[in-house]
């Protein structure tokens, strides 16, 4: 593993919107294919459009370049992670890490648990998130629920 670089988060804006879909696309098609048996590209596109205005997306960057995105909202009392998703050329690197800790300490000023899911197939995302202190608190048919109390 590589030290930590520094990140930095930019809200995301319109011209982001294709980015954001390749990051998506880059590290998530084959857990979305391992789940759902395929990948719908135009079905995919669909979601991604109609979810990028509705979430808070914030782009994470590296030395001025983006590496992946991150989207975060606050609604039940919660700080809700809806995606954390790093290019996989930038995995590893502690990117991801650095990610939460900023979250984590944004929920922690608000006294907010931070909660998110995981897919099932995704046994990697899941390893990542228990050693960072989350616990698994549910589970659907697809996906683990996690939760951050600090």
């Keep these: 593993m590589q030290s930590n670089p520094r990140i930095s988060l930019r809200q995301a804006t319109e011209n982001d919107n294709n980015a954001v ?67 996989p050329e930038h995995q590893g690197q502690g990117i991801g890490e650095q990610c939460m800790a900023l979250i984590k300490h944004q929920a922690s000023r608000k006294e907010l648990p931070v909660r998110l899911q995981v897919m099932k197939v995704n046994p990697r995302a899941m390893k990542f998130y228990l050693r960072i202190g989350f616990v698994l608190v549910g589970e659907t048919e697809t996906h683990y629920q996690m939760e951050f109390k600090s």
């Excluded at 975060?72 to 700080?79: I, R």
């Design 21 to 87: 879909y390749s990051f998506k696309k880059a590290a998530f098609t084959h857990y979305v294919k391992k789940q759902y048996g395929h990948w719908d590209e135009a079905e995919q596109r669909k979601y991604h459009t109609e979810r990028f205005a509705s979430n808070n997306i914030k782009i994470i960057t590296v030395e001025q370049s983006a590496v992946g995105f991150v989207s975060v909202v606050s609604e039940f009392g919660c700080m809700k992670v809806h995606q954390l998703i790093i290019h």
